[in-house]
């Protein structure tokens, strides 16, 4: 004897499930981008804005700033995913 599920009842049925334990859908940050101050937390903690600037952004100008100097009255943008990937490709060409 073969049951058959219709696709959006067990889709729901494992949604309830999931929820029930606890589990949080999958955060992307896909096209997300952070600020200079949440930038320096997440990948440079112990280091200041101004080095941050002098020995990644200006140094290597990175394609995951999107205006490294952007002027008064606006700030620079960053590209989290884009950040987290060259981040690890480049942490030991950084004078930490």
Known sequence: MQIT???E???QA?????DEMGFEP???????????????K??????????????IFYKYKPDFVADI??????QIRIYE???ARWMEKN??????
């Open 69 to 74: 100097h952007p002027g008064k009255g606006r």
């Open 9 to 11: 009842e067990l889709k």
């Open 81 to 83: 995913k884009e950040a």
């Open 5 to 7: 599920i219709p696709r």
């Open 42 to 55: 997440k990948f440079c903690p112990g280091k200041s804005i101004d080095w941050i600037k002098e020995e």
């Open 26 to 40: 999958k955060k992307t940050n896909e096209g997300k981008t952070i600020t200079l101050t949440q930038f320096k």
């Open 14 to 18: 494992i949604v309830e499930i999931m």
């Open 91 to 96: 942490k030991r060409k950084l004078p930490w």
